[in-house]
């Protein structure tokens, strides 16, 4: 007698994602891994100008986009979505002067800005509560990102040609440490 044996599918949990919204969470996740790696560029660039303190801010930087890209991922997935991981340009490396690449760094976050605002407005024009609460985290870093940035453009600023004053912005940039994020999501 022969016993024939019939394995089904797991069945899987309903997308908690539109299929429109989770493209946009993938484009958004994609965003974060570039802003790492650009900020990993600039750090290089600081390197090569002799401006450790700086290159060690910029490689904190790159760690944290990273965690908002994983935060991207893990979301995704935690919402029987499916990640899609994109390619994307080289990032600039050769900057003008210290202020040309902040500048730049502002511009960066300028249009993060842009990005997340939209995936908010998406998510409640779907009504889906828990993107919404999800992103909500990323509006409120994205506040302190912008505030970071231009408070080290108007810095640089001030500093002009001052060598000295360049120096010390190094030397107190250098003090900032990597804190993973506390928060669950």
């Known amino acids: 007698m022969k016993i024939k044996i019939v394995i089904y599918p797991e069945p899987k949990e309903p997308a908690m994602l539109s299929p429109k919204l989770q493209d946009a969470l993938n484009e958004q996740m994609k965003n974060e891994f570039f802003s790492a790696y650009l900020y990993m560029a600039i750090a290089g660039y600081f390197q090569s100008e002799d401006l450790p303190g700086i290159a060690s801010w910029m490689r904190v930087q790159a760690l944290e986009e990273m965690t908002h890209g994983e935060k991207f991922y893990n979301f995704i997935a935690d919402t029987a979505g499916r990640t899609d991981f994109r390619g994307f340009e080289a990032p600039k490396n050769i900057y003008e002067s210290p202020l040309d690449a902040f500048r730049y760094s502002l511009k960066h976050e300028n249009f993060v800005t842009d990005r997340i605002n939209k995936l908010m407005d998406l ?32 810095k640089l600023e001030r500093i002009g040609s001052d060598g000295n004053g360049l120096l010390r912005l190094d030397e107190e940039l250098a003090q900032r440490v990597f804190v993973p994020p506390t928060t669950a999501v």
Do not use: D, M, P, Y
């Open 123 to 154: 998510a409640k024009e779907e009504g889906n509560h828990a993107a919404q609460i999800f992103l909500q985290w990323f509006v409120t870093e994205q506040v302190e990102e912008e505030a970071g940035f231009s408070l080290i453009v108007r």
